[in-house]
């Protein structure tokens, strides 16, 4: 996943008028400032009304859905052979933030946490706040990828991390 093809999703969310949250590896990278590492997909955070609205464009594209173990009405991959992948994590919008899983996992993210701003290529974008990676990284298990990242958060931005986050 490129930067180019991370703008061509942005064309289209501008497009569609539709709110979209960066999560994951781009996520951490949009904090950062810059493309740190290779990303697979790109991961995000959408309420169900926009996700609604997504998905209907995303299969006009061509895209396809993704078979993964783990798929859920709230969690599911869409992909194409030239914009590559997305990795779709619908919430239900609340007055004081969201909540991911409803009745289901109940994982609640506030408001700050949905108020952080990156860059990806120079392009502003919506993102989950440092807090929220370091949160969200946690009772898995991390592979070397999350362990870089959050090294990369606690060089930059001196957050505390867990001790399950550092493999030294």
């Given at each position: 996943?490129?930067?180019d093809m991370v703008h061509w999703f942005f064309d289209l969310f501008d497009k569609l008028d539709i709110t979209?949250?960066?999560d994951g590896g781009w996520g951490?990278?949009?904090l950062l400032g810059e493309c740190t590492r290779e990303h697979q997909d790109l991961d995000i955070m959408i309420s169900w009304e926009d996700s609604a609205i997504l998905t209907a464009a995303l299969y006009q594209h061509r895209f396809v859905d993704v078979y993964t173990d783990d798929r859920k009405d709230r969690n599911f991959v869409m992909g194409h052979r030239l914009h590559g992948m997305?990795?779709?994590h619908v919430i239900e919008l609340t007055e004081g933030g969201a909540i991911y899983g409803p009745g289901e996992?109940?994982?609640v993210i506030t408001e700050s946490e949905l108020s952080a701003v990156g860059l990806i290529g120079g392009r502003e974008v919506r993102c989950?706040?440092?807090?929220?990676q370091v949160r969200s990284h946690a009772g898995y298990t991390l592979q070397d990828t999350d362990f870089a990242d959050m090294r990369a958060l606690q060089k930059k931005f001196g957050v505390k991390l867990l001790a399950e986050q550092?493999?030294?």
């Open positions: 996943m490129t930067i979209v949250w960066i951490v990278d949009a997305i990795d779709f996992i109940d994982w989950l706040s440092v807090d929220y550092m493999n030294d």
